[in-house]
């Protein structure tokens, strides 16, 4: 599977922003999703993941009840609403698929990778 995210930008603390994760191929819906993002000098970190179907979502600590992800299998796309951002979230945003369809926050456990898309939060 092939992903292309989207819908970094410049935003002010305490605006949002939705980041987009387009998949290409087939059986989208058999792919667990995650975001993860990393800023200059540190260790990419967990973010969010999504199931295969969407039943189950989870977060990492620092974005918990800011951010949102969810799915939309027949767009093969999976987002990230991002609320209440803080200058600390700037980073660049990758989105990630794995198999099986189960969440998990191990950046080991994804194999295929999107670009990634810049996320800048100024204070």
């Known amino acids: 599977v092939q992903l292309q995210a989207s819908g970094g930008g410049l935003v002010q603390a305490g605006g949002s922003l939705r980041l987009s994760c387009a998949a290409s191929?087939?059986?989208?819906?058999?792919?667990?999703m995650g975001w993860f993002r990393q800023a200059p000098g540190k260790e990419r970190e967990f973010v969010a993941s999504?199931?295969?179907?969407?039943?189950?979502?989870v977060y990492g600590d620092s974005v918990k009840g800011r951010f949102t992800i969810s799915r939309d299998n027949a767009k093969r796309t999976v987002y990230l609403q991002m609320n209440s951002l803080k200058p600390e979230d700037t980073a660049v945003y990758y989105c990630?698929?794995?198999?099986?369809?189960?969440?998990?926050?191990?950046?080991?456990?994804?194999?295929?990778w999107g670009q990634g898309t810049q996320v800048t939060v100024s204070s």
């Open positions: 191929g087939r059986a989208f819906s058999t792919y667990g």
């Open positions: 990630a698929a794995k198999t099986p369809w189960t969440t998990s926050s191990f950046r080991t456990d994804y194999r295929f």
């Open positions: 999504i199931s295969g179907s969407g039943g189950q979502t």
